[in-house]
């Protein structure tokens, strides 16, 4: 089954701890994305990645950081610099460019004790 | 820069009724545009796209036709079902090469 897979699904942690969100993909896609989605405020870019060891800021990237080493993982660093960290995060793959179907992973609901 | 704006919701309907949710763009040019659904406790997945004017989208008896002249993307289904409810976003893509999400529309579908 190919598809994109984030984890955990639910998270939780203390102010002022950085923490990981994984994301999987196994479609061979050469983009990976990561969003944030507040109530109200749709999906929000945070960095994207068209090809393996490179990566660009989206529009709110403050707070954040990535890297891709492999072209299957994009992991997400919401580090104690992000002001308001507590949001669900959708991690999403395409084929090439960012206009290619868009495929999302499951989420991550992080909260910030 | 390109923008996306859609209808708010929560947009309640009985079952088998008809459905608009309207959506308009603001953008230079003309950018491929999409409908993407995200199920309860689920991420986005791609319902259709156009990609010129005039270009009709469709998938799952769900329809949007691209209007260059009231630029408009507005998604319309026949006979909506239990199983529609879910969150709907129009988006775009930018000038920049990324894709622009509006707010979201959350529809109820009631048996």
């Known amino acids: 089954d190919g598809g994109i897979t984030q984890s955990p699904k639910y998270l939780f942690r203390k102010e002022g701890q950085n923490v990981t969100l994984s994301c999987e993909q196994n479609?061979?896609?050469?983009?990976m994305y990561w969003y944030r989605q507040d109530p109200g405020q749709g999906l929000r870019l945070i960095y994207y990645?068209?090809?393996?060891?490179?990566?660009q800021k989206g529009d709110i990237a403050e707070g954040y950081s990535v890297s891709r080493e492999k072209k299957e993982s994009f992991p997400l660093t919401v580090t104690s610099a992000q002001k308001n960290p507590t949001a669900f995060y959708l991690c999403?793959?395409?084929?090439?460019?960012?206009?290619?179907?868009?495929?999302f992973g499951p989420g991550t609901r992080l909260t910030v004790l | 820069g390109n923008s996306v704006t859609q209808m708010e919701g929560p947009v309640t309907l009985s079952e088998e009724a008809f459905l608009t949710i309207n959506c308009t763009y603001t953008?230079?040019?003309?950018?491929?545009l999409f409908w993407y659904v995200q199920y309860p406790g689920e991420g986005l997945q791609l319902l259709l796209k156009?990609?010129?004017?005039?270009d009709k989208g469709s998938n799952k008896g769900f329809e949007a036709t691209y209007r260059k002249e009231t630029t408009s993307f507005h998604l319309e289904k026949g006979s909506v079902q239990v199983s529609d409810s879910a969150v709907y976003f129009c988006?775009?893509?930018?000038?920049?090469?990324?894709?622009?999400f509006g707010k979201g529309t959350r529809l109820h579908i009631l048996p």
């Open positions: 999403a793959s395409s084929i090439r460019r960012v206009t290619d179907t868009q495929y």
């Open positions: 988006a775009l893509e930018n000038r920049d090469d990324k894709i622009i």
């Open positions: 479609l061979n896609h050469d983009a």
């Open positions: 990645s068209q090809i393996v060891n490179d990566f």
């Open positions: 156009a990609t010129k004017a005039d």
């Open positions: 953008a230079t040019g003309y950018p491929s």
